[in-house]
């Protein structure tokens, strides 16, 4: 017979299915934008990137980059709500807050070390580059203090670095080298050939984005714990209130767009800036990210081959870090093995090395939680 104290631990050491889901979805989307960005010659990218939009006169290419804008705001808002949830079953079992908060400087310290080390010349680049993963490493390191002060504050202030991020203009910075780098760390996307640095993803407004992801983590552990598919209700509505208010926010054509709709095509209307993330841009694939997550919680009572599907995509949501530090080079590299040119595939051969890397993903995914679980204790418990 259970005791009560065994019970309360085996539910605090379940994962929730519905986030592994959501993270696996959007990491099967953001394999496909970087199979394409590394071989489709139709593929353009830097949306919003200095005020400019690159020209797409093809539909089809337009909405398969679009599809992909979901990627980065996920990472950052489930990021957030794994360290709340991670935070509080530490705190359930008698961890110190020293502990706590050293794990997620580590976290966040390894984080930056691939991103240097495998993610940078993955993507061929010869600059130190700050993207997606280094972002979320200084954003840990930042939350190991931030997550200190209580929710309610975390939540106001990610909501006043959302809303208010585009005002800050931080071109008074001295034109100097270190105060360069210090401007595309913290706010301004850029590159400097003189320096050899570049970004695409800056603390501001992304810590923002992390922070929400938290509150919804305290959120979550503090009320809908014990009964998850509560949530598929506020997390619908949520999700169509805020690509409601996308809508509202395009048709305006002012506040939120770094990037005007320049027409009524559906090409002008999804034209968001990503470089820095405009409010058009947040509303739509955080409202598009809620609504995936709604249909996770329905999903985990799904049987036979629907069931075997979804648990595959969980299994990339498991092993999120190890998927992201592997597909880069085999996707990079793996046309090469047949001789094939860069920029030379068209979308149906770059559809066959997307599905093609996700098999040979799902295999090395297997293994890598296997041998994660066997050894718990070591560094891959960081990854």
């Not at 590299?333 to 090395?353: C, D, E, T």
Request: with cysteine; proline share 4%; aromatic share 14%.
């Amino acid at each position: 017979m259970y005791t009560l104290s065994y019970v309360l631990e085996t539910k605090q050491n379940l994962r929730l299915g519905f986030i592994d889901f959501t993270r696996g979805f959007v990491m099967i989307l953001m394999a496909w934008d970087h199979v394409s960005g590394f071989w489709n010659p139709g593929k353009m990218g830097g949306e919003g990137l200095g005020g400019n939009f690159p020209r797409y006169t093809d539909l089809v290419q337009f909405l398969l980059r679009f599809m992909t804008h979901i990627c980065a705001p996920t990472f950052l808002f489930l990021a957030g709500t794994s360290l709340a949830i991670s935070t509080w079953k530490r705190r359930s079992r008698g961890e110190s807050e020293f502990n706590i908060s050293k794990r997620m400087v580590i976290r966040g310290i390894i984080l930056l070390i691939l991103s240097h080390y495998i993610v940078r010349p993955s993507f061929g680049m010869r600059n130190i580059y700050f993207g997606v993963i280094a972002c979320i490493g200084v954003c840990f390191i930042l939350f190991s203090i931030g997550r200190k002060i209580s929710t309610i504050m975390i939540l106001v202030l990610s909501i006043i670095i959302i809303l208010f991020n585009q005002y800050i203009n931080l071109n008074w910075l001295p034109n100097e080298p270190f105060w360069t780098i210090l401007k595309i760390i913290i706010h301004d996307p850029g590159s400097s050939r003189t320096i050899g640095f570049s970004g695409l993803y800056p603390v501001l407004p992304w810590i923002g984005v992390m922070g929400l992801g938290w509150c919804f983590g305290d959120y979550l552990t503090k009320t809908y714990w014990n009964d998850t598919n509560k949530l598929v209700t506020p997390l619908t509505i949520s999700g169509v209130i805020s690509i409601c208010l996308f809508i509202i926010v395009r048709w305006i054509n002012g506040y939120g767009n770094l990037v005007n709709r320049s027409g009524t095509s559906i090409i002008a209307w999804l034209s968001i800036s990503k470089y820095p993330p405009s409010i058009a841009y947040l509303l739509s694939t955080l409202g598009l990210m809620s609504l995936i997550l709604a249909i996770g919680l329905k999903l985990e009572t799904a049987k036979s081959i629907l069931k075997a599907a979804v648990n595959i995509v969980k299994l990339f949501g498991q092993t999120a870090l190890f998927f992201y530090m592997v597909h880069l080079p085999l996707y990079r590299n793996l046309p090469s093995l047949l001789n094939i040119k860069r920029y030379s595939l068209n979308l149906s051969g770059v559809a066959v090395f997307w599905v093609l890397g996700l098999c040979l993903l799902w295999g090395l995914c297997n293994v890598f939680l296997r041998i994660k679980r066997r050894y718990s204790n070591s560094l891959l418990q960081y990854i």
